[in-house]
């Protein structure tokens, strides 16, 4: 059995590595390192893909969100309502640009933003919501969308793990994560489902002036050289990382079918496992369903119902099975984002969750024999 791997990035790279290369080569030919053709080829087929009408390439995902929020024209003091159970970039751009960041639970089956302690969370300083499309589905998109037009808020999709899932309405309509909210921001971080070989992020949205302005933000400011109309930050996706996102943006969907594939063997092989839950779908599925499309699996996380999350963790470790704890502390206990508002008993989900959560290899290049593995190792250390 080859070596198991949180992230493969080595495998995923020989099977495109020609295609890689060559483009690469004809950026060093070209010098084209900035703006150049690949990124804006890479903006128009990412704009294809999505079914969206602007897609902004940026350097990287946070600046994504920070860059979307400042477009939106929010002002210091206003409240920005997103989840406690993620990771700290969320949150942490609110805080830089002088925002209000309020923090409230999220669901125990989907591990997204909870929309009844949304609601209970707006006041009158509310502007906007934030829903994470954690570990690679869809926040309740219908009934945040619901809340937000009650309350005329902004909605900003945080869609750094879920490129490629889709969210179906109530109505029928299917489509792609993050064309959903007013704006949305993604990550191509290396190891996301689609990701670039550095750093590199993209803003989405349907809304023509939004678009106008936020293209000028990621450039200083600039429509015009050297003629500053907002006040912008230097933030661009490179050429050479935008070719490795063409090469990989035609077979997203074949990857995220692989996810799909080893997250269904995975909870298949879970299975009966009372002290082990595996990741529920927002269609209520556990990741065995055929058909499901709305799950990307950026993460394949069980939660360990016994107590014995850390033990397992030290055991696969001992056993060569790399594992990760997706997230070990609440945002509102970590000391950069203490404020006197919260309550432990306002996040009795996620408080729970950081005790249990525990995240399995999950990528492309995955095989049937390192999951049998993986799964064995984990099932008779819970049962000993």
């Known amino acids: 059995m080859k070596k198991i791997q949180m992230v493969d990035l080595n495998g995923q790279y020989q099977s495109i590595k ?5 483009s690469i080569s004809q950026i060093l030919e070209t010098t084209a390192f900035i703006n150049g053709p690949e990124v804006h080829a890479f903006q128009k087929e990412l704009e294809t893909y999505l079914g969206v009408k602007h897609v902004i390439p940026c350097a990287n995902g946070t600046d994504a969100l920070q860059i979307a929020m400042m477009g939106l024209g929010l002002e210091q003091g206003d409240e920005v309502i997103t989840a406690d159970f993620t990771f700290a970039a969320t949150v942490e751009v609110i805080a830089l640009l002088k925002l209000t960041p309020v923090l409230v639970d999220v669901d125990p089956d989907t591990f997204n933003i909870d929309p009844v302690a949304l609601e209970k969370a707006i006041t009158p300083k509310t502007k906007a919501i934030v829903p994470v499309h954690l570990f690679g589905q869809c926040a309740n998109m219908d009934v945040i969308m619901a809340i937000a037009k009650k309350h005329n808020l902004f909605v900003i999709e945080d869609n750094a793990q879920a490129i490629g899932a889709t969210h179906t309405s109530a109505d029928g309509t299917k489509v792609m994560a993050g ?13 996301k489902n689609l990701g670039c070989y550095g750093d590199g992020g993209a803003i989405f949205t349907n809304d023509d002036d939004l678009a106008h302005t936020l293209r000028g933000i990621v450039n ?9 109309d907002v006040v ?9 990382q935008a070719a490795v996102l063409r090469a990989k943006l035609p077979k997203l969907d074949a990857y995220n079918n692989k996810r799909r594939d080893a997250a269904r063997s995975y909870s298949k092989a879970f299975q009966g496992q009372k002290n082990i839950r595996v990741p529920k779908t927002v269609n209520g599925c556990e990741g065995i369903c055929d058909t499901c499309d709305c799950h990307v699996f950026h993460q394949y996380t069980l939660r360990i119902m016994n107590g014995q999350r850390d033990a397992l963790v030290q ?4 056993k060569g099975i790399p594992c990760g704890v997706y997230y070990p502390i609440p945002l509102h206990r970590q000391k950069a984002y203490l404020d006197e508002r919260y309550k432990e008993a306002d996040f009795p989900v996620t408080n729970q969750l950081v005790k249990e959560v525990i995240s399995l290899p999950m990528h ?20 000993d």
């Not at 912008?232 to 050479?240: A, E, F, K, Q």
């Open 18 to 22: 020609e295609q890689i290369n060559s």
């Open 179 to 191: 064309t959903i909210g007013h704006v949305a921001a993604t990550s191509f971080f290396p190891s």
């Open 220 to 228: 200083h400011g600039m429509y015009e050289r050297y003629h500053h």
């Open 232 to 240: 912008g930050v230097n933030s661009r996706l490179d050429s050479i």
């Open 315 to 318: 055991h696969l470790g001992l």
């Open 364 to 383: 492309t290049e995955l095989d049937e024999e390192q999951i049998e593995f993986i799964t064995q190792t984990i099932i008779e250390f819970i049962n």
